[in-house]
Each structure stands twice: as structure tokens, then as C-alpha cells.
């Protein structure tokens, strides 16, 4: 069935640091690709979205790249704060109105 | 901005208990899902509801959970009898409409069942 992979946390890196957060997906078709932040005691907000390959979706200093042929949406941002602690979630969608299917979550710590 | 809200924010049962969550959807959308996130594990998919009937649901979507949109503007979750299993995050997302593919999700409700 369809899935998203995502490397491994907790990661913590220092402030301005570089982020890379990497995620693979397993899907037919032409499915649309979705980063979600979780900060911490809140719900899940979108951070940026890709629905064609090639695609770069971006906001807030994030951004992801919709590559077909390595089926990847990496997430990366090029000097990170320490408000941006907390838990991101790739994730795909089918069709515009099918359940979204998340990857288990990368929790990410920036220190001062 | 226009978002999804939930209420309560937080609902402690005890075992074998109904429980109803509640969800307030954006109001021109018309698509809407429940997904739940036990604590420290993925967001998974419950169920997804469109006019006026379920349009998938998953294998924890079991007999003992129901939807409902009794009104124009209430989503709801009810769970028949609620198991310590049941402790989760839940969240209520709604879409705009066919060809519009970004849920917006709200901000949760805690279920914990003693």
C-alpha cells in the first residue's frame, strides 16, 4: 500500500544550522506531497505542499522539491531558529479529497 | 484566516464510556476526516465523510465509532465505548471541495481513558 518513510529522530541542531529532513514515498500514480509542523501542545499545521513532479513548495524559510524519480519531498531550510522546534510529518495525498497518509514524524530540537 | 476547531480540548473518561468529539469544519468546505495520533506514534486515518455519508474508513474505525454532521455546521465523533486503547490525539480535518487537495486539520482533542 502507499507509505512515507522518514529518516529517523530526534535531531537537535544549533541555531542558523542547516536542515535537511529527508522523505521517501511509495505510491502509484501522481500523488500530491505535503509537509505538516506539530510544535509542541498544538495540532498540525501545513508548512508547504507539492502536487506535480518538480514542484517546489515553500514557506517560512522551508522548502521541498517534488522528485519523481527518486520519490523524495525532502525538507530543508537554510539557517534554522529554535522556533522552529518541533515535530514534522511528510505525507501524501491520492486524489484531492483522499485521507492523507503520514510518515511517523521527525522531532527536531534547535539549541541557542 | 478561516480554521477547523475542536472542542474539548481535552476529555478524560473513564473505561467503557460514550464519548462525542466535536469539530467545527471551515464553512465552505465540504469534505472532513478524523485522524487520530496516539501519543508518541503516527497520524493515522480514521474516517472521512462527504455528503452526508462515510467515504472511507479505516480498520481502527471499528462498530464502536460513529460520524455525524447533525447540523450545517458540526462535525462529530462518537465513540460507543471507549477503551484504554482508545487514549489518543484526535483531530478533525475538513477540505474545500474536488480538486482542492489541502486538509486543514484542527488543533486536537485529548482523549484519555482511565
Known amino acids: 500500500g502507499d507509505s512515507v518513510t522518514q529518516m529517523e529522530g530526534p535531531v537537535t541542531l544549533s541555531e542558523e544550522a542547516f536542515l535537511t529532513i529527508n522523505c521517501t514515498y511509495t505510491?502509484?500514480?501522481?500523488?500530491?506531497l505535503f509537509w505538516y509542523v506539530q510544535y509542541p501542545g498544538e495540532g498540525l499545521q501545513l508548512l508547504l505542499k507539492?502536487?506535480?513532479?518538480?514542484d517546489k513548495g515553500s514557506n517560512k524559510g522551508f522548502e521541498a522539491t517534488y522528485r519523481k524519480e527518486t520519490t523524495s519531498f525532502h525538507l530543508e531550510k537554510g539557517s534554522v531558529q529554535v522556533s522552529d522546534s518541533a515535530v514534522y510529518f511528510c505525507?501524501?495525498?491520492?486524489?484531492?479529497?483522499?485521507?492523507?497518509?503520514f510518515g511517523p514524524g521527525t522531532s527536531l530540537s534547535v539549541i541557542p | 484566516e478561516p480554521e477547523v476547531t475542536q472542542t474539548p480540548s481535552h476529555q478524560v473518561t473513564q473505561m467503557g464510556q460514550e464519548v462525542i468529539l466535536r469539530c467545527v469544519p471551515i464553512?465552505?468546505?465540504?469534505?472532513f476526516y478524523w485522524y487520530r495520533q496516539i501519543l508518541g506514534q503516527k497520524v493515522e486515518f480514521l474516517v472521512s465523510?462527504?455528503?452526508?455519508?462515510?467515504?472511507?474508513k479505516s480498520e481502527i474505525f471499528d462498530d464502536q465509532f460513529s460520524v455525524e454532521r447533525p447540523d450545517g455546521s458540526n462535525f462529530t465523533l462518537k465513540i460507543r465505548s471507549t477503551k484504554l486503547e482508545d487514549s489518543a490525539m484526535y483531530f478533525c480535518?475538513?477540505?474545500?471541495?474536488?480538486?482542492?487537495?489541502?486538509?486543514?486539520f484542527g488543533p486536537g482533542t485529548r482523549l484519555t481513558v482511565l
Open positions: 464553512s465552505n468546505h465540504l469534505y
Open positions: 480535518a475538513s477540505s474545500e471541495a474536488l480538486g482542492i487537495d489541502t486538509q486543514y
Open positions: 507539492a502536487t506535480k513532479a518538480d
Open positions: 505525507a501524501l495525498s491520492k486524489t484531492s479529497y483522499d485521507k492523507v497518509i
Open positions: 465523510f462527504y455528503n452526508n455519508e462515510i467515504s472511507e
Open positions: 505510491a502509484t500514480g501522481y500523488p500530491s
